[in-house]
């Protein structure tokens, strides 16, 4: 290579460098803003929650535990975590689920990555005026759990939607608010 290539060359390499290392990352402030103010919507999870489940199993067998529910806000209120657990007659847990909620302001859309009964996913969420919907794609199925809330009451009903059929019902719970929780955010770790 010739003396004035190779001197052209180091300038070009150290201006694209020089200007790559002159932009910086998108300051995230707007982007936590956002996320933190659509998390709103779902503070009325917030807390801890108790009550009856009933799931409805292959040949009609029912399934009753004791449902719980426990709900708070993570990263400063930019995201939501839920996790759920069902206690069979005998105490023992028969069920246990955690889901993230998050929010992407890029696409103006609520997601949940749950994690249950060995599986884990994440599935689209839409906040009603009265709770939520998410769903869970399932083959020719949609898997379909619509949530109300209203006077400490949050009832869920889990529905395989298939088209042009009516959604069959499998799954029903209705859990009362119990208390407050500080949980998951109590207990970080300090710098000291």
Known sequence: MRPLSVIALTLTVTSCAGSALAQSPPDPTARIAQQKAAMKALAWMDGVWRGPAVTTGPGGRKIEVTQTERSGPLLDGAVHVVEGRGYKADGSTGFNALGIISYDPDKAAYSMRSYAMGQVGDFPMTVTPTGAVWTIPAGPATIRYTITTKDGVWHEIGERVVEGQPPMAFFEMTLK????????????????
């Not at 608010?177 to 000291?192: F, H, K, L, N, Y």
């Open 177 to 192: 608010r119990v208390g407050d929780s500080t949980w998951p955010a109590a207990g970080a770790i300090t710098p000291e």
